[in-house]
């Protein structure tokens, strides 16, 4: 558990629901157990909380924007979050009637689920109890204490869900009455959901094929970047830069420096910037989109995209590259002049044509996650 929670915060929500799990098997002799679990988990995740602790300041800036994740004394936290955990089953949801296999899916968990409880509760089956409890409660903690709605948490759970519909698929595959034709039509089935399967997967591997390879991306980046440059851009592409240039900075954490949200004393975009000067300001898909769709002066974003243009016309920023690619849209590099004055070029032009495809930026116009 504790390496869990290293790996990720919620890690952590193992460490209760599995004590939960066991105390009905331990009965009295558990708490020589449950105190060993909790010691070995404070163990494995006492170096991360000494160094947090030593560098609180940046921690607390870290976790400044997680800030509505945590709040665990408000009722409504727990109330809002419940309302919305569907949200984090939607995908599945939409699958259902469309395709074999998430339909055969939710019925053998359901099975499963139903079998489990019973033999939890009627007989007392130790098997049972553990992966009712420990389903159960992770599915009740995710819905109440998990404020981002994504699939991808559901990570943590499938794992519990494919032995909760094994044991539907063997409850079935056990039954006495029509055992023959039973057994056919799981089969069947079982065989027709993997095969959907297979050509979902093969579908995958050539959409795979076609997408441009990111280091041919970021390596016809580079041939475009003067030697030795400092470069401004979003952090996706520092995993192919990094090693092609003198300096990389992130242009998420400079817009940030310019958001109340993230820092106590807000400071102006070229302000932020001008902490370490680029050469080179590389503009994506992402940040294009988002300073295209602002248009409305009170959107609380305008002033922000207005500085970001601005910044390149008192720098005298050429236009040295743009890039337009299937997989990752348009890309704009703008070489700097660091010894312009603060005259405004024009430079808006290139940015405001319309975008080349549809690649939304994250949660919609911000660029503050």
């Known amino acids: 558990c504790g390496f869990a929670a290293l790996v990720h915060l919620y890690g952590a929500f193992w460490l209760p629901v599995l004590l939960l ?4 098997l331990w009965r009295r002799k558990a708490l020589v157990p449950v105190m060993s679990a909790c010691v070995g988990f404070g163990l494995t995740v006492l170096p991360y909380v000494l160094y947090a602790l030593a560098n609180w300041g940046d921690f ?3 976790y400044r924007n997680l800030s509505d994740r945590f709040g665990l004394l408000d009722a409504e936290f727990y109330l809002t979050n419940l309302s919305r955990e569907v949200e984090r089953y939607q995908p599945v949801l939409d699958a259902f009637g469309r395709q074999i296999g998430a339909s055969v899916w939710l019925a053998l968990l359901i099975v499963g689920a139903g079998w489990l409880l019973y033999r939890a509760v009627r007989r007392g089956d130790q098997s049972a109890i553990v992966l009712s409890v420990t389903s159960a409660s992770l599915v009740v903690m995710f819905a109440a204490m998990l404020s981002p709605k994504t699939t991808m948490y559901l990570v943590t759970l499938w794992p519990l ?13 056990q039954m006495r009455a029509g055992r023959r034709w039973t057994r056919l039509s799981l089969l069947l089935v ?7 399967g297979i050509v979902a997967q093969s579908r995958v591997q050539l959409r795979a094929q076609r997408t441009t390879p990111y280091l041919a991306f970021t390596s016809q980046i580079a041939s475009y970047l003067p030697p030795d440059s400092r470069i401004l851009a979003m952090q996706h592409y520092w995993f192919g830069l990094a090693e092609q240039t003198a300096d990389y900075r992130t242009l998420l954490v400079t817009i940030n420096q310019t958001n109340p949200r993230y820092v106590d004393e807000p400071i102006s975009f070229r302000e932020a910037v001008n902490f370490a000067p680029p050469d080179v300001i590389i503009y994506d898909q992402v940040t294009l989109d988002f300073l295209r769709q602002i248009t409305d002066p009170s959107d609380a974003y305008y002033n922000l995209s207005l500085q970001m243009r601005a910044y390149l016309g008192e720098h005298d920023a050429r236009l040295i590259a743009t890039l337009h690619d299937p997989s990752y849209g348009e890309l704009q590099i703008y ?9 405004p070029a024009s430079t808006g032009s290139a940015i405001g044509k319309s975008a080349a495809g549809h690649h939304r930026s994250p949660h919609g116009k911000r660029l503050d996650r």
Do not use: H, K, N, S
């Open 335 to 343: 070489q700097l002049d660091a010894a312009a004055g603060e005259t």
């Open 21 to 24: 799990a066991a105390l009905p």
């Open 161 to 173: 869900f494919a032995l909760v519909a094994a044991a539907g698929f063997w409850r079935l595959w």
């Open 60 to 62: 607390r800036g870290q």
């Open 190 to 196: 079982a065989l027709l959901a993997c095969g959907e």
